[in-house]
Structure formats: C-alpha cells, structure tokens
C-alpha cells in the first residue's frame, strides 16, 4: 500500500466518493462529479486502490442485455474512508491556518 499524493483532483474524487461513502460510484458517474477527464480520473482511482483507500469491481451483467458496456463500480473501502476523512480535515485545517479564517466552500455559478 503507497501513500497518497492530495492533488486538487484527487481531492475532487476523494470528496465525490465521500458524498455516500458506502455507495458504489462508476467512471462515468464519478467523472461527472468531479469533472475530472476519463484519462485524470481512472489513474487516480488505480492509484487510490493501490493504496487501499477504493476497491473495485465489475458489474455482473451482460453487455448486450444492457445496451451498454460492463460498469465498473468504485467505493471507498474502510481505511479509505478514515483516511480521506482525515486527509481533507488535515488539508481544510491547513488551508484555515494559511487563510487565517475558515474557508468557506465555493458554490458552483455566476461570481
């Protein structure tokens, strides 16, 4: 298991899986709410299942039942979700010190 590197966009994954984090999320999904591009996105959940934060697992259907390719599903496992947890308190505290204030989150829309 490696360590995980908090870059804006795995903080985005990290923040949409932690949104349910008992609930399965696909690629698709996932790139949605986050926005993050298939080619960001799918080398930051290899590395997150890498470390032992997501698991992974193909859907159990039939392709041409569904009319659609085989989902793969992500969750967070146990220690992902500890870790994330902490990992974005420990970033939310930091950027609290830096700014001298609590940040408050930006909500998407006009400026």
Known sequence: ??????TTAVVKVLAALLQEPTVE???LDLMRATGQPSGTLYPILV?????GWVSARWEDTDPVE?????RRY???TPL?????????AAL??????????PVQPRLAGPA
Do not use: C, D, F
Not at 1 to 6: A, Q, S, T, W
Not at 47 to 51: E, I
């Open 66 to 70: 569904a009319g659609r390719p085989a």
């Open 74 to 76: 992500y969750r967070l």
């Open 47 to 51: 590395r997150l299942q890498q470390a």
């Open 25 to 27: 999320r696909y690629g």
């Open 92 to 101: 939310h505290q930091e950027l609290n010190r830096v700014t001298g204030g």
């Open 80 to 88: 992902g979700i500890t870790e994330a947890r902490r990992e974005l």
């Open 1 to 6: 298991m490696g360590e995980v590197r908090l």
